[in-house]
T-cell receptor, first 112, second 113 residues
Framework: DAGVIQSPRHEVTEMGQEVTLRCKPISGHNSLFWYRQTMMRGLELLIYFNNNVPIDDSGMPEDRFSAKMPNASFSTLKIQPSEPRDSAVYFC??????????FGSGTRLTVV | AQSVTQLDSQVPVFEEAPVELRCNYSSSVSVYLFWYVQYPNQGLQLLLKYLSGSTLVKGINGFEAEFNKSQTSFHLRKPSVHISDTAEYFCAVSPSNDYKLSFGAGTTVTVRA
């Protein structure tokens, strides 16, 4: 099993540009989570999906952030337009109807 | 809502010494509890979890944790640490009827020779 796969590993972009982060969950896992990690705020849940349906997006910071899960094997987190305060490590995690996630290696986003 | 407090932000410890990382939680509903480890530039890895049953939970890499409902605590212990245990450790809680995890702020463990 390849685990949860995130791409890219690193992204540097200019303020105002659109950024898309990608996640492939573990095959057979039916819940997917997007977290953001910063020094100031720690690990924050942004959104989570169950069976490809968004269940709770209350952690999404503002309308500049959007997430989709078009099928069971792929999810995206988009930021448009990006701002320097969006700089963080973004993690995707998945689980199969249980408790205890498997995390991806994260995408380190830097907005300059 | 649930919240998690990790009482120590930094824990320096010598190799082969024991270590305890403290975690307290608050919740109005029954919860499940977790400890994760994060090595530098990596994602989080599940160390152990408490869902039900015995309050003493054993995990990977020689770690164990004890759930204490009356004290709302879930402290993590290892009797003898290695240099390779240097990492950040996160305590997390989820409601028993949901998968949403809330994390503590983390404890950085630095093991010295």
């Amino acid at each position: 099993d390849a685990g949860v796969i995130q791409s890219p590993r690193h992204e540097v972009t200019e303020m105002g540009q659109e950024v898309t982060l990608r996640c492939k969950p573990i095959s057979g896992h039916n819940s997917l989570f997007w977290y953001r990690q910063t020094m100031m705020r720690g690990l924050e849940l942004l959104i989570y999906f169950n069976n490809n349906v968004p269940i709770d997006d209350s952690g999404m910071p503002e309308d500049r952030f959007s997430a989709k899960m078009p099928n069971a094997s792929f999810s995206t987190l988009k930021i448009q337009p990006s701002e320097p305060r969006d700089s963080a490590v973004y993690f995707c995690a998945s689980t199969r109807g249980g408790h205890g996630y498997t995390f991806g290696s994260g995408t380190r986003l830097t907005v300059v | 809502a649930q919240s998690v407090t990790q009482l120590d932000s930094q824990v320096p410890v010598f190799e082969e010494a024991p270590v305890e990382l403290r975690c307290n939680y608050s919740s109005s509903v029954s919860v499940y509890l977790f400890w994760y480890v994060q090595y530098p530039n990596q994602g989080l890895q599940l160390l152990l979890k408490y869902l039900s049953g015995s309050t003493l939970v054993k995990g990977i890499n020689g770690f164990e944790a004890e759930f204490n409902k009356s004290q709302t605590s879930f402290h993590l212990r290892k009797p003898s640490v290695h240099i390779s245990d240097t990492a950040e450790y996160f305590c997390a809680v989820s409601p028993s009827n949901d998968y949403k995890l809330s994390f503590g702020a983390g404890t950085t463990v630095t093991v010295r020779a």
